[in-house]
Nanobody, 123 residues
Framework: QVQLVESGGGLVQAGGSLGLSCAASGGTFSNYGMGWFRQAPGKGREFVAAISWSGGSTYYADSVTGRFTISRDNAKNTVYLQMNSLKPEDTAVYYC????????????????WGQGTQVTVSS
């Protein structure tokens, strides 16, 4: 059983930056592909970014490509999401997730989820 805990959310002005972290425990971190998803009020859970177990492959939603960067440190059992040039439409609860044997774009394929961290971007 893997436990995931996100941190780093907060309030930022449009154009600003935030860095999210997700610390994992209870499993072999390097066995899991990791993803970041977000959910805005009244909307479904949306894919943001994913990274392979080694960190060698990454995928991004079109809406964040060029602004967000996903990375991981397997020695620290942590995955990161650096968010730059933030926009009000990036406002959401951000979740990290772990997938056994993959790093998909669909939230249904992920096995473990964190509790989420709020990101609010003011205009």
């Amino acid at each position: 059983q893997v436990q995931l805990v996100e941190s780093g959310g907060g309030l930022v002005q449009a154009g600003g930056s935030l860095g999210l972290s997700c610390a994992a425990s209870g499993g072999t971190f390097s066995n899991y592909g990791m993803g970041w998803f977000r959910q805005a009020p009244g909307k479904g859970r949306e894919f943001v970014a994913a990274i392979s177990w080694s960190g060698g492959s990454t995928y991004y939603a079109d809406s964040v490509t060029g602004r967000f960067t996903i990375s991981r440190d397997n020695a620290k059992n942590t995955v990161y999401l650096q968010m730059n040039s933030l926009k009000p439409e990036d406002t959401a609860v951000y979740y990290c997730a772990a997938e056994v044997g993959g790093y998909g774009l669909e939230y249904r394929t992920y096995d473990y989820w964190g509790q989420g961290t709020q990101v609010t971007v003011s205009s």
